[in-house]
């Protein structure tokens, strides 16, 4: 954990370099520090065919929202530290974007309440120095 989940409207897909905003995003997480293991870190991306943004009167209108999913045991500072540093980089990410066309950014926190099932390798690369 955490994993990242971005949803963007397809009109956004030609100049909206969403991979790079993933990545940014994952660097964001990564500069919390100790907060997250960086071997549990997941961004991936949805691009939105259908939808309508307010009465569906402007195809341009365009949104991305993010949804970070975190295991319990942060605190709140921890958290929030987190969401601002991830809305950080998606602000940073769509600056251009914002001053020239109809966008909105959304960002919500889920934290998992109930255990989870998972099997990871990964976290021994970033443990391990020397691997």
Not at 25 to 41: E, M, R
Request: with cysteine; net charge neutral; glycine share 6%.
């Amino acid at each position: 954990m955490p994993h990242v989940i971005v949803e963007y409207t397809t009109n956004l897909k030609e100049n909206g370099n969403i991979k790079s905003l993933l990545l940014k995003i994952n660097q964001s997480l990564i500069a919390a520090g100790d907060t997250f293991p960086i071997g549990g870190i997941r961004s991936r991306a949805i691009e939105l065919h259908d939808y309508v943004v307010a009465d569906g009167s402007n195809q341009e209108d365009a949104f991305v929202h993010v949804t970070l999913k975190i295991g319990k045991g942060r605190t709140e500072k921890e958290k929030k530290n987190a969401c601002n540093q991830v809305f950080a980089a998606m602000e940073q990410h769509f600056e251009a974007a914002f001053a020239n066309r109809f966008l909105a950014l959304s960002l919500e926190l889920v934290e998992f309440t109930h255990p989870t099932y998972k099997k990871n390798n990964i976290h021994s690369r970033y443990s391990n120095p020397e691997g």
